[in-house]
């Protein structure tokens, strides 16, 4: 009798049920089993990218001085939007109005209520938290240069100022640009005083406020090429401006006529104090600061010059190029600046602007600009220094402009420094010669 093959339990190609579902089994197990190694992998790589980009992001912030006031204002949102369940709470405060109308902004009156023990001191150690609605920088110093445009730049804030809603306050006082230790103290601390944002201006040779554990305000200044800016200085301190001789003639009683109409020319080939130095040593005191040694012509007061430009100084511009200085303060300070443009192109600016130029002036003999420039050679490195960082700053930014060539060419400057004698010695300096040299300047 034959035996079904199909039947025969030693078959290799049937199998049970029973083997059926125990294979079933195996593999399942061996899948379940592979996917906690696959997750925990894809789990470690999201908490590594997430705590890199955790320490970047806190790197980042600590770098930009943020860090310390998030820190601030989780604490003081924990502290006192959770205990209060997000209900609304009004808070009696006073409303200060400047003077000007140019600010206002509420404080709220701190908490009277004694901490608790356990309790969080933050409020009571510190304070409210600073507002944020601040634009940065708020606190801004142009500590201007004399017969740089400043007068321009002036008349131009002060219609920014009504417009954008921001404190300007333009010192009157402009004959004492070098300041005691205590003298700069006070100013400093008035300065800060002021309501932000405000925007500070006066002749005044740069204060480092830091030094006296102030928070640094923000500088910007315009110069202008050093020879022009001493002509304009020169028959503008005898013959004033569009705005009538007569007013200036007033205003400089004590001029004799001798000195009134002494000959640029005469006034500089005689070395006359007025034409040498350390009278012409003038723009750069304004960025060296208030050390004795900055009003001495030398390299230490120009690479000290140079150095505050570079850590203290949003932009100095050159007078040369001024539409382009007002475009770069309007990209930089648009809270300050928006607009100036469209004001500084209007007739109605123009007819005020065209009053600021000087009259009488005239050009000295190329003899006279040879013995000036040799005399103003440091003035020149810095006035060139100055040039080829605004021209950085503008490429940066992608500012593409016509620039206006300066009043003398390079190379007739390069001409000048090789032709140029050394200047007469001054037989005796006299004590008078070390005045500021704004002291001599009338301004309006």
Not at 295 to 312: I, S, T, Y
Request: net charge positive.
């Amino acid at each position: 009798m034959m035996k079904n093959s199909s039947g025969s339990p030693l078959h290799s190609n049937h199998q049970t049920p029973n083997h059926i579902r125990e294979r079933h089994k195996s593999r399942k197990s061996g899948f379940f089993s592979a996917l906690p190694l696959r997750a925990s992998l894809r789990g470690y790589g999201f908490c590594m990218a997430a705590l890199f980009l955790f320490c970047f992001g806190s790197l980042f912030y600590q770098l930009n001085g943020g860090a310390p006031q998030i820190l601030q204002d989780i604490r003081h949102y924990l502290g006192v939007s959770w205990k209060n369940h997000w209900s609304v709470k009004m808070v009696t405060g006073r409303l200060f109005v400047h003077k000007d109308r140019v600010e206002r902004h509420l404080v709220s009156c701190p908490h009277a209520h004694k901490a608790r023990q356990g309790e969080s001191t933050y409020l009571d150690d510190h304070g409210h938290p600073v507002p944020r609605a601040l634009p940065f920088p708020s606190q801004v110093v142009y500590n201007r240069v004399g017969k740089c445009g400043s007068r321009t730049v002036v008349i131009l804030l002060r219609l920014l100022a009504e417009k954008h809603q921001f404190n300007l306050v333009s010192s009157d006082i402009h004959n004492k640009t070098r300041l005691t230790k205590h003298e700069q103290v006070d100013l400093m601390k008035n300065i800060s005083k002021i309501p932000q944002p405000f925007l500070y201006t006066r002749h005044v040779h740069f204060l480092n406020f830091t030094r006296f554990r102030i928070n640094q305000p923000v500088y910007i200044n315009i110069i202008r090429d050093p020879i022009n800016r001493f002509l304009s200085n020169y028959f503008f301190r005898r013959f004033g401006d569009w705005r009538g001789e007569q007013n200036h003639l007033i205003r400089t009683p004590g001029m004799k006529d001798d000195e009134r109409y002494l000959d640029i020319n005469v006034c500089i080939l005689e070395n006359y104090p007025e034409c040498s130095n350390p009278r012409v040593f003038y723009i750069i005191p304004y960025f060296c600061g208030q050390h004795p040694q900055c009003r001495e012509p030398g390299v230490w007061a120009l690479e000290r010059a140079k150095q505050n430009v570079l850590e203290n100084y949003l932009l100095v511009g050159i007078l040369e190029e001024l539409e382009d200085v007002l475009l770069m303060l309007e990209r930089l300070l648009p809270h300050y600046f928006s607009g100036v443009l469209d004001i500084y192109k209007s007739p109605e600016y123009k007819k005020v602007g065209n009053l600021t130029g000087t009259v009488r002036k005239h050009t000295p003999t190329l003899e006279a600009l040879q013995v000036l420039y040799h005399r103003m050679r440091y003035e020149y490195d810095f006035y060139n220094f100055i040039r080829d960082q605004f021209h950085l700053t503008k490429k940066k930014i992608g500012l593409k402009s016509a620039s206006q060539p300066p009043a003398y060419s390079s190379a007739f400057l390069r001409e000048l420094t090789l032709r140029t004698p050394k200047p007469l010695d001054e037989d005796e300096e006299l004590e008078s010669d070390l005045e500021d040299a704004n002291s001599w300047l009338v301004h309006p």
